[in-house]
């Protein structure tokens, strides 16, 4: 079988011309994060976002020839309007306008808080108690946006119970979502379920932004983000292009998730990021049938861990069918039943997360904005 090597996907890529810009995309400095796996090829093309929509043929015929190419088994493209991507010529006529919506832009002018969730690894309920969080806050009279940007495996659309595609009022931008009582936006609405899509640092960075500046979120009092798990490049980019008011994190009593908790910290505060606080999830089993209950892993870890990492503890939510049921059935369980007692541990979370937040507003709106750009 041939084996398909970087060389010989930029050979071909050089052949390919950016017709406006004349010159080959290679030559231009457009292609990036190039990933050859086993026959399969992924890479972006940097475009600068005012062409943005006008570039899908130029991706479609470099899309095509590579995969013309022997051993190509598979390839991947995508555009992504990305800031100082290459040695590109500034434009030597026109203005360059439209700065609300340019790279540096504050990303999000109307949204007052944003909290990030986040985790050290995969499965230990992020994307529920985000989910539960942003519903309870919402139902303690702020106004709410949740945003997927679990691009890895968005898993909101299921959650929220949303199908469909959003709409664009201006054609223009994407009108987000609504469910119990708060906007949503999940790269799942617009890709379809089972796409695999692997993703690469530009790439994540690129739609994260797409979801945060080309959706209409209008005026929030906080806008929610499930945080892909891990402490890549997502996290970072949240941390340089809004004004994030702080994480919290979510973790499993086991010690090991906790070491990935850790991780997850450590990031938020390298980055200057208020940590609000530790979750603990799954923390503990109460018998359906006697009412017993049970502490399967060592329950009370994340609350000691969060003392000695000095952060708040912020709660601890058993493992509950219910919770279970409810989010994966498209209703969390904050909507679903809001007087049972585990959306009463949600509730009781997002008042402390509220109050919080409060307070970090008010602190922020007087100094000068912190908002740090590389
Ligand atoms: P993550 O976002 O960290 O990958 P999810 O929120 O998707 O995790 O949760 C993983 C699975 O565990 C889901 O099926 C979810 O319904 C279930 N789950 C999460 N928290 C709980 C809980 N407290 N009790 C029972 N099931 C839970």
């Known amino acids: 079988m041939v084996q398909v090597s970087e060389q010989m996907i930029l050979e071909t890529l050089g052949r390919v011309t950016d017709k406006e810009r004349g010159g080959d995309i290679v030559s231009l400095g457009m292609v990036s994060g190039l990933n050859v796996l086993d026959g399969n090829v992924f890479f972006a093309i940097e475009v600068d976002p005012q062409r943005g929509s006008r570039m899908e043929p130029l991706r479609q015929e470099a899309e095509d020839a590579i995969k013309a190419i022997p051993g190509v088994e598979s390839a991947t493209v995508v555009l992504t309007a ?210 017993e209950r049970t502490e399967i892993f060592s329950h009370g870890g994340a609350r000691r861990e969060a003392e000695m990492l000095s952060m708040d503890f912020l709660g601890e939510v058993p493992l509950d069918m219910a919770i279970r049921e409810t989010s994966d059935g498209g209703t969390p369980i904050v909507a679903a039943d809001p007087q049972s007692p585990h959306a009463q541990a949600f509730l009781a979370i997002a008042g402390k997360v509220k109050s919080k937040l409060e307070t970090l507003v008010d602190e922020q709106a007087s100094e000068a904005p912190k908002i740090v750009i590389q």
């Open 82 to 291: 990305e800031r100082d991507s290459s040695p590109q010529p500034q434009p030597e006529q026109g203005q360059h306008h439209g700065h609300a919506h340019g790279p540096d832009a504050v990303l999000l002018p109307d949204v007052k808080a944003i909290i990030a969730v986040a985790s050290g690894k995969g499965g230990v309920g992020k994307s529920t108690v985000a989910a539960n969080l942003s519903v309870a806050l919402s139902q303690l009279g702020m106004s709410v946006g949740l945003l997927d940007a679990d691009i890895y495996g968005p898993s909101m659309p299921r959650m929220m119970g949303i199908k469909g595609e959003p709409s664009s009022s201006d054609g223009k931008t994407i009108n987000p979502m609504e469910a119990h009582g708060i906007k949503v936006m999940s790269i799942g609405f617009l890709v379809e379920e089972e796409t695999p899509i692997i993703w690469r640092g530009p790439m994540v960075m690129s739609a994260l932004e797409q979801l945060m500046r080309d959706v209409a979120w209008g005026t929030l009092d906080v806008l929610v983000v499930d945080m892909p798990p891990g402490t890549g490049d997502a996290q970072l980019t949240m941390a340089q292009r809004v004004p994030l008011a702080g994480a919290v994190i979510v973790s499993t009593p086991q010690d090991i998730a906790l070491a990935d908790a850790r991780k997850g910290l450590n990031m938020f505060r390298r980055t200057n990021v208020p940590v609000l606080g530790l979750v603990e999830n799954m923390s503990y089993f109460v018998c359906p049938h006697c009412g």
